[in-house]
């Protein structure tokens, strides 16, 4: 944006300011897509730590004065605090404002907020595909959307033009935007985000209680693969947790199809069935290659990272 255009929103309202939020934050200031920025969080230090990052205009420890006269609210809290919160600040929603959120579920959240959004308020939930395994307001930055994608998710009857602005703001702040059901969009995390970080964090936790295998050995020889599990399995507890527990049906029917197909490549491991085994790496390829042809990764050597500095 120019210094001559209108923001797309006069006051914005970020309830928590972690990596998602403090990214959206960083993106709004620098570009000038809303007018002023309140944040607001649960505890002091971090409200405090936003405070001297500079990540806003007003701060507050209670969200419902951080939402007063807010056009745009975005809850970036764990999925399973998103019914309290919203209670908590319905009655300070202004006629007009959009509220959303961040969490990587969709259909239990909808059943969450809902019940409270008060008449006359637009409820636009989303989820931004993008992030780290770091957390906190320090971790956020403002190309953390840039070419990745957001889900809009409107519950059936959701007033068209408060998804065109939220979508517009998306937009805006680098992502690629697509509209999709809650439902439809819990089943397709569930297998492209939910199952890959629930298997991250098995494998490291049997690692971590190998017997015949010892700490310094799994740390010191990581191979690639491993390694990348280990950031995976770094991702926010709290989160996580929430997730698995808030999107358990989808996650469970995709669970028992990846455990059918593991016990049928654990059968052609046992039964020396190299072609089955060469067919299913060979189209595992393809997809990879396909990731990287939509821009969702890069093919450079080692995923895009450098030499480990030793």
């Known amino acids: 944006m120019t210094a001559s255009d209108k923001p797309l929103f006069g006051k914005l309202a970020l309830i928590g300011i972690g990596l998602i939020g403090g990214s959206i934050a960083r993106r709004a200031r620098r570009d000038g897509l809303v007018g002023h920025i309140a944040i607001s969080t649960r505890r002091a230090e971090t409200l405090e730590r936003a405070r001297e990052l500079d990540l806003g205009d007003s701060y507050c420890l209670d969200p419902a004065q951080a939402v007063k006269d807010a056009d745009l609210v975005i809850l970036c809290v764990p999925v399973g605090a998103s019914g309290a919160v919203t209670e908590a600040i319905a009655g300070a929603l202004k006629p007009g404002a959009i509220v959303s959120d961040v969490g990587s579920v969709k259909g239990d959240v909808v059943k969450q907020m809902q019940p409270f959004i008060p008449q006359g308020v637009h ?168 990731i990287v042809d939509v821009g969702q990764d890069t093919s450079a050597p080692d995923f895009g990272r450098g030499p480990t500095k030793r």
């Open 123 to 290: 409820f636009v939930p989303a989820h931004p595909v993008a992030g780290t395994e770091q957390s906190g307001p320090d971790s956020g930055f403002a190309d953390l959307f840039d070419e990745r994608w957001c889900i809009v998710t409107p519950p059936e009857g959701t007033d068209a033009a408060a998804v065109d602005r939220l979508v517009g703001f998306w937009t805006a702040l680098g992502s690629n935007v697509e509209v999709m059901e809650p439902e439809r969009h819990d089943l397709v995390l569930a297998i492209t985000s939910h199952i890959p970080h629930l298997i991250a964090y098995n494998i490291v936790g049997t690692a971590a209680h190998l017997e015949k295998v010892t700490a310094s050995e799994v740390i010191k020889f990581s191979a690639g693969g491993f390694r990348d599990f280990t950031r995976i399995a770094a991702s926010d507890p709290t989160m996580w947790r929430d997730v698995f527990l808030h999107n358990k049906d989808a996650v469970l029917e995709m669970l028992g199809r990846f455990i059918e197909d593991l016990f049928a490549l654990q059968r052609s491991i046992r039964f020396g069935e190299g072609d089955k085994l060469y067919d299913l790496f060979t189209r595992t390829r393809a997809i990879r290659r396909s």
